[in-house]
């Protein structure tokens, strides 16, 4: 068990294409995810906020997600694909850089399929919230953040300033 340090946007690493998990590494996903898990239920209590995280995020350049929304998942080796071409703009936010907000867009529908940690292939279909949060995961695992996706130069709002929405 062990909470990890969070990568910060600035890290180059955070840039970092990962590579993808092989049949015969399951004693690594088994404690990545333990640090996922552990790092995640930490940032949440602290930040009250946080429903996934990415290998890279704790330095290691792996294809493997850890979500906990309800109950958890692992995935593996994730692959997305679009449903349809229907998108949303949403106000996007990342542990990599908590204090910061960026309007991106995202598809409203996708459908992921993945490896479990017993090695089954798993296909699972995503709307509205977690649509838009497995698109931003995966991203970590192609070394895009929310940054990079900015609608525009506009995009960009400090946790703080937030009040400001209200008078738009
Ligand atoms: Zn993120």
């Not at 990962?18 to 995810?33: I, L, P, T």
């Not at 930490?42 to 792996?62: C, E, L, T």
């Not at 990079?148 to 703080?160: E, N, P, T």
């Amino acid at each position: 068990m062990a909470v990890r340090k969070i990568l910060l946007l600035g890290n180059p690493f955070l840039y970092t294409v990962c590579k993808k998990v092989e049949k015969d590494e399951s004693d690594m996903v088994m404690s990545v995810v333990r640090d996922l898990h552990d790092t995640l239920m930490d940032f949440k209590k602290i930040h009250k906020a946080g429903r996934a995280i990415a290998a890279p995020q704790i330095g290691v350049d792996k294809r493997l997600l850890y979500m906990h929304v309800g109950e958890p998942l692992v995935l593996i080796n994730p692959v997305l694909e679009f449903k349809d071409t229907a998108t949303m703009v949403l106000w996007d936010d990342c542990m990599s850089f908590p204090d910061l907000l960026v309007k991106v867009k995202r598809y409203c529908h996708c459908k992921v399929t993945f490896f479990d940690p017993e090695w089954k292939k798993q296909h699972v279909e995503y709307s509205g919230d977690m649509s838009e949060l497995i698109q931003h995961e995966y991203d970590h695992l192609n070394g895009i953040l929310a940054v990079s996706r900015a609608v525009d130069g506009k995009s960009f709002c400090l946790r703080s300033e937030t009040h400001f929405w209200s008078n738009q």
